[in-house]
């Protein structure tokens, strides 16, 4: 592992049963983080980001599940770790913030005694000291009433509290790297911005590493550095925020950000959309997954493996017509 990178994916392959019926999720998956930086994995639902955040910790059901390739999480090969080294490493080296935070936190214990019985699990510290910790954690998420709040079940609170809640448990044992899956889909917009300014608040004063999945560019463009598309379990496009969003050469980067609603929409104006739908992921067409919904789509787009093409510093994209969606995105964007 490189002395800068904590995280580092090399060839990852997730497979979700087997024969016919193998649903291959994730395709050649490799990625990198680097200390103290923060990259989105963006695409439409089933491109394959959650189940490339997840594989991270181990989290997929290892019976119905093939999992292949390198996985290295600040020093720790992840596919090789044992039963209770896997279990040490959740929590105390990698965490993850779930979508839904009522389906994630346990509903018949309070929320304080769940973050006070993971920081005991992995400090070895007295409860007292746990619970004035986990004070400290309600604090710095900024829940209002903390000691109130610690005694409150999950239904007591509302979803912003919750998804706060779930943030204070996922730092509860000083993690280096933190994992955040949708986190703001099921809140409202005003509370969204909220819980963004607080992972970027956080990010920066505990010098945590973010994977951050979401559907929704503009949640990518408030919190990380780098963004990587998906589509069809592949990375098809990686950069850094700026170059991603002013000069897309992926024609699916460049589908996404022209179907979103922007300041350069005239009112009355039709957003644009994507034809077609993401392909059935037991069934993946040769060559490139794109090329059905492709409007630069050609002969040689369908036919074999399409690498990942170099196109400057830190900028890559899966395409075979990168000299053709070359021209820059016109949509302003502040980073």
């Known amino acids: 592992m490189s002395q800068d ?51 991270l910790l181990r989290l997929h059901a290892p019976k119905k599940t093939t999992i292949k390739g390198n996985i290295r999480v600040a020093g720790h090969d992840v596919l090789s770790l044992s039963s209770s080294a896997l279990s040490n490493f959740r929590g105390e080296v990698c965490s993850m913030i779930f979508q839904e935070p009522l389906l994630a936190l346990d509903p018949v214990y309070s929320v304080g005694d769940q973050i006070v019985e993971s920081i005991q699990r992995h400090k070895g510290c007295s409860r007292a000291e746990a619970n004035k910790k986990a004070l400290e954690l309600f604090e710095r998420v900024k829940i209002p009433s903390p000691e109130r709040r610690l005694a409150a079940y999950p239904h007591e609170m509302s979803g912003g509290m919750r998804q706060r809640a779930m943030i204070a448990l996922a730092l509860a044992c000083d993690p280096q790297v933190l994992l955040a899956d949708e986190p703001t889909t099921a809140l409202d917009a005003t509370v969204q911005i909220q819980i963004l300014l607080l992972l970027r608040e956080l990010q920066k004063t505990l010098g945590l590493s973010i994977v951050f999945v979401t559907h929704d560019i503009g949640a990518a463009v408030e919190v990380a550095d780098r963004i990587a598309v998906m589509y069809a379990g592949q990375i098809v496009e990686e950069g850094d925020v700026r170059t991603i969003m002013r000069a897309p050469r992926h024609p699916y980067t460049k589908a996404l950000l022209q179907s979103r609603a922007h300041g350069s929409l005239d009112r009355g104006q039709r957003l644009a959309t994507i034809p077609g739908a993401p ?28 690498a990942l093409i170099s196109l400057g510093e830190s900028h890559s994209a899966r395409c075979r017509r990168t000299d053709v969606t070359h021209l820059p995105h016109t949509e302003s964007v502040e980073t």
């Open 279 to 306: 392909p059935d992921l037991a069934k993946l067409p040769p060559g490139c997954a794109f090329a059905p919904r492709c409007t630069y789509a050609q002969d040689e787009c369908r036919e074999g493996t399409i």
């Open 5 to 55: 990178a904590i995280i580092e994916i090399k060839d990852l392959e997730v497979v979700f049963g087997s024969g016919s019926a193998a649903v291959r999720a994730v395709n050649g998956v490799t990625l990198r983080v680097e200390r103290g930086q923060t990259v989105a994995l963006i695409g439409e639902s089933g491109s394959g980001k959650s189940v490339t955040l997840r594989s």
